[in-house]
């Protein structure tokens, strides 16, 4: 029972590089979500999806895009990578988001450095 | 724009002390979550918390949820090394969660 895959674990990328971080899911949960983590700053939202073919942006949505043509897959897009991008990046999952009880799963992360 | 402050920052402690981390905010939450992560990994939900002055146990861990539905803390007796790690707690909002920036907890043996 794999839940959320992150690929990939770690990327190097100059700035103005472009990437696709990958999320997959094998829970079959509507709700996914794009988290970065910074030090010292807790994780903030940057896109979020409630389902496929519907996606939203969260607290930090600049920089990045994000699509959903499938219930398992949500990639994120880096364009024209940034020194500010540096961070790690999380995908999670719910399966509702309104009932309070439903506690998000998180993947591994992708630490990404831009340089 | 909702906030959730989490005090102290860091804490060091020796092994068998007890601590208290707290977690605080202006905004009402419909319920509090608390997460652990370790170095590496993603966070791992611990417990949810839902009605105000709601309290929940997990072995040594005791999670309040305050009266008002603004603030929750988590009180760990006798920590022990294998509860070293970043403690979040986040709070549910119109379907999103707000993290905390985060505890980080050293017990030391």
């Known amino acids: 029972n794999a839940g959320v895959t992150q690929t990939p674990k770690f990327r190097i990328l100059k700035i103005g590089q472009s990437m696709t971080l990958q999320c997959t899911q094998d829970m079959n949960h509507n709700y996914m979500y794009w988290y970065r983590q910074d030090p010292g700053m807790g994780l903030k939202l940057i896109y979020y999806?409630?389902?496929?073919?519907?996606?939203d942006k969260g607290e930090v949505p600049n920089g990045y895009n994000v699509s959903r043509s499938t219930t398992e897959d949500f990639p994120l897009r880096l364009e024209l990578a940034a020194p500010s991008q540096t961070s790690v990046y999380f995908c999670?999952?719910?399966?509702?988001?309104?009932?309070?009880?439903?506690?998000?799963?998180f993947g591994s992360g992708t630490r990404l450095t831009v340089v | 724009t909702q906030l959730l402050e989490q005090s102290p920052q860091f804490l060091s402690i020796q092994e068998g002390e007890n601590l208290t981390v707290y977690c605080n905010s202006s905004s009402v939450f419909s319920s509090l979550q608390w997460y652990r992560q370790e170095p590496g990994e993603g966070p791992v939900l611990l417990v949810t918390?839902?009605?105000?002055?709601e309290v929940k146990k997990l072995k040594r861990l005791t999670f309040q949820f305050g009266d008002a539905r603004k603030d929750s803390s988590l009180h760990i007796t006798a920590a022990q090394p294998g509860d070293t790690g970043l403690y979040l707690c986040?709070?549910?909002?119109?379907?999103?969660?707000?993290f905390g920036q985060g505890t980080t907890l050293q017990v030391k043996p």
């Open positions: 918390v839902v009605t105000g002055g």
């Open positions: 999806s409630v389902g496929a073919g519907i996606t």
């Open positions: 999670a999952t719910s399966w509702g988001a309104r009932t309070a009880n439903y506690g998000y799963t």
């Open positions: 986040a709070g549910l909002n119109t379907g999103k969660l707000i």
